[in-house]
C-alpha cells in the first residue's frame, strides 16, 4: 500500500456542506494526486501536488479545492458537496523521478 | 491531449481459460505504459513496460508492449476466479507527473 491511508473511508453527507477528504503518507512521496473513479468514467484526475503548497488542477477541478501544508498530508476539500461529487476518490503518491504512482484505500462520499 | 483505450470493455470466461486484454495509446512523448489489477477496492500495480523493457511476466501474466502499433496486451493465462477485477492501462504524460488511465476492462471469471 506504500503507506498510504484516507480518512474517512466512508462518508455520508448532505448537499450544500463542506467536507474535507484527508490523505496521509508515510513514505516521503513528493507527487500526491487526488482521483475520482465513476463508473463509465474510469479514474479522472481531480488535483495533484508536486510539493509542499504547490499543487495543480486536473481533468476535473470545478467544485473542489486541495492543501498541502506538509509532504505526508495532502487534503482534499469540497467546499459546497453536491450530488454529481458522489463518488470513490482515491488519493496517489508518487516518489520524484518515477512513474508508478501508488494508491490509498479510497474513500466513498455519497451526497444525499 | 494523451489519450488510452482500453478494449474490451468486459470480458466473462470460465477458470483455466486465457484472456488477452488490451489497451492503445496516444502520447505526446512515450515514456512507459502500466498496468493496474483493481478488485473492489484501489488499484494495485502489476507492471511496467518501456521502450527498454517491453515485456513482463510474473506468475501467469505478461504483458508484451508494442511501440509500433502504440499498443500493449495484458495476457492471463490458466484463470482463477481470484483474476476477477478490472484491468487499467496507463500513460504518464511528457513530464511523467501525471497518469492518464483507460476506462479498464472488467474481467470476471466464473468457476
Known amino acids: 500500500d506504500a503507506g498510504i491511508t484516507q480518512s474517512p473511508r466512508h462518508k455520508v453527507t448532505e448537499t450544500g456542506t463542506p467536507v474535507t477528504l484527508r490523505c496521509h503518507q508515510t513514505?516521503?512521496?513528493?507527487?500526491m494526486y487526488w482521483y475520482r473513479q465513476d463508473p463509465g468514467h474510469g479514474l479522472r484526475l481531480i488535483h495533484y501536488?508536486?510539493?509542499?503548497?504547490?499543487?495543480d488542477k486536473g481533468e476535473v477541478s470545478d467544485g473542489y479545492s486541495v492543501s498541502r501544508s506538509k509532504t505526508e498530508d495532502f487534503l482534499l476539500t469540497l467546499e459546497s458537496a453536491t450530488s454529481s461529487q458522489t463518488s470513490v476518490y482515491f488519493c496517489?503518491?508518487?516518489?520524484?523521478?518515477?512513474?508508478?504512482?501508488?494508491f490509498g484505500p479510497g474513500t466513498r462520499l455519497l451526497v444525499l | 491531449e494523451d489519450k488510452v483505450v482500453q478494449s474490451p470493455l468486459s470480458l466473462v470466461v470460465h477458470e483455466g481459460d486465457t484472456v488477452t486484454l488490451n489497451c492503445s495509446y496516444e502520447?505526446?512523448?512515450?515514456?512507459?505504459l502500466l498496468w493496474y489489477k483493481q478488485e473492489k477496492k484501489a488499484p494495485t500495480f502489476l507492471f511496467m513496460l518501456?521502450?527498454?523493457?517491453i515485456e513482463k511476466k510474473s506468475g501467469r501474466l505478461s504483458s508484451i508492449l508494442d511501440k509500433k502499433e502504440l499498443s500493449s496486451i495484458l495476457n492471463i493465462t490458466a484463470t482463477q476466479t481470484g483474476d476477477s477485477a478490472i484491468y487499467l492501462c496507463?500513460?504518464?504524460?511528457?513530464?511523467?507527473?501525471?497518469?492518464?488511465f483507460g476506462g479498464g476492462t472488467r474481467l470476471m471469471v466464473k468457476p
Open positions: 496517489a503518491a508518487q516518489i520524484a523521478g518515477g512513474e508508478t504512482q501508488y
Open positions: 513514505e516521503n512521496h513528493r507527487y
Open positions: 501536488s508536486y510539493g509542499v503548497k504547490d499543487t
Open positions: 502520447v505526446t512523448n512515450f515514456r512507459s
Open positions: 518501456t521502450s527498454s523493457g
Open positions: 496507463a500513460v504518464p504524460n511528457n513530464a511523467g507527473n501525471m497518469l492518464t
